[in-house]
Antibody
Framework: EVQLVESGGGLVQPGRSLRLSCAAS????????MHWVRQAPGKGLEWVSG????????GYADSVKGRFTISRDNAKSSLYLQMNSLRPEDTALYYC????????????WGQGTTVTVSS | QSALTQPASVSGSPGQSITFSCTGT?????????VSWYQQHPGKAPKLMIY???KRPSGVSNRFSGSRSGNTASLTISGLQAEDEADYYC??????????FGGGTKLTVL
């Protein structure tokens, strides 16, 4: 069964850091680009960051550029999001998503991990 | 990176056909054949309905179809059913390994 399981969310104070992880199973992880997408409470989807199959190409939303870093470990079938200098507006449910190939569309989604930034 | 433009809400009756629009720019929708559409029911993760403008993943009903013309993409649902009531989001490749979503459209089945 193809599956993505996110972890690492929680309550954090503004300005602090958090690292999200996504464990993939059921497919050949290194064949696909991967993404992080977030959804603030009651709001729409926002693409956060994406990374190609070998980690050689990464992209970020303007809202997180310079603060967040995406990475992957193909040997561990895992995706990561290092989030620094967190702001209250980063509060959201963060989804990990598998691409159909390379930035073509996201066909498998995890259930998400919640990040709350508050003092 | 400006969000793609989608109408906030659309409604239709069972059996009808309904079309969602998604307007971008020549830097995203208009430059690539890489618009995707997602369905999201309350409290659930999004589900891919269309990718690469018009391709349908296996398991998605053929009542769903996608198209693109210039800077505007469209998702059409034919034979509307009660279970189609959900939020729908478009997403486009925007160059330099980035994606951009639309604000989403809430579909109400009357």
């Amino acid at each position: 069964e193809v599956q993505l399981v996110e972890s690492g969310g929680g309550l954090v104070q503004p300005g602090r850091s958090l690292r999200l992880s996504c464990a993939a199973s059921g497919f050949t992880f290194h064949d696909y680009a991967m993404h992080w997408v977030r959804q603030a409470p009651g709001k729409g989807l926002e693409w956060v960051s994406g990374i190609n199959w070998n980690g050689g190409s990464m992209g970020y939303a303007d809202s997180v550029k310079g603060r967040f870093t995406i990475s992957r470990d193909n040997a561990k079938s895992s995706l990561y999001l290092q989030m620094n200098s967190l702001r209250p507006e980063d509060t959201a449910l963060y989804y990990c998503a598998k691409d159909t190939y390379t930035f073509y569309g996201m066909d498998v989604w995890g259930q998400g991990t919640t990040v709350t930034v508050s003092s | 990176q400006s969000a793609l433009t989608q109408p906030a809400s659309v409604s239709g009756s069972p059996g009808q056909s309904i079309t969602f629009s998604c307007t971008g720019t020549s830097s995203d929708v208009g430059s690539y054949n890489l618009v995707s559409w997602y369905q999201q029911h309350p409290g659930k993760a999004p589900k891919l309905m269309i990718y690469e403008d018009s391709k349908r993943p296996s398991g998605v009903s053929n009542r769903f179809s996608g198209s693109r013309s210039g800077n505007t993409a469209s998702l059409t649902i034919s034979g509307l059913q009660a279970e189609d009531e959900a939020d729908y989001y478009c997403c486009s490749y925007a160059g330099s390994s980035t994606l951009v979503f639309g604000g989403g459209t809430k579909l109400t089945v009357l």
